[in-house]
């Protein structure tokens, strides 16, 4: 059976001379507290891009164009614990758009040097592959969490 498809994008600019990363914190559901890049669950017969640019809108107010996004890649989650968390989420970066970023009912956006991001409050993987992404390599990676629903326990060999 295939996972759920999601998707996540990070927009990013410069900003007095230093690259910054919109990142925002989840209000409720599936990480709750964390910082999170912008995104979420794909409806039915909707591309990951069509669903990166609605969830950017509905999360934070901003429009991004399906032509300015960038794909950096695939993620595969898997949760053995609870396997209706585990999915497989499209990365995204984005540097163009309209608009300013505001509060909605899921996050609440801030703005962050690449240099600060806050991986001690984000999901355990970040830390191993959002760097790269930030700096503007791709990723396929594939994660399996333990069950504390929290910590990556595994890495199993990824396709480049």
Request: aromatic share 10%; glycine share 10%; hydrophobic share 40%.
């Amino acid at each position: 059976m295939p996972l759920p498809q999601v998707c996540v994008c990070y927009l990013v600019r410069e900003h007095g001379g230093v690259t910054q990363v919109l990142l925002g914190r989840k209000k409720h559901g599936l990480g709750q507290g964390y910082f999170v890049g912008l995104g979420g669950k794909l409806e039915p017969g909707e591309s990951a891009v069509d669903a990166a640019v609605r969830e950017v809108f509905e999360e934070s107010g901003v429009d991004v164009a399906a032509s300015d996004l960038e794909p950096r890649g695939l993620l595969t989650y898997h949760f053995p614990h609870r396997e209706a968390w585990s999915q497989e989420s499209s990365v995204f970066v984005c540097s163009t758009w309209t608009g300013e970023p505001s509060g909605s009912d899921e996050l609440d956006p801030e703005w962050f040097a690449v240099a600060d991001v806050p991986f001690d409050e984000m999901w355990d993987d970040a830390r191993r592959w959002l760097p790269e992404v930030l700096a503007g390599g791709r990723v396929r990676r594939t994660f399996v969490f333990g069950e504390d629903l929290a910590t990556v326990v595994a890495e199993p060999e990824s396709v480049a």
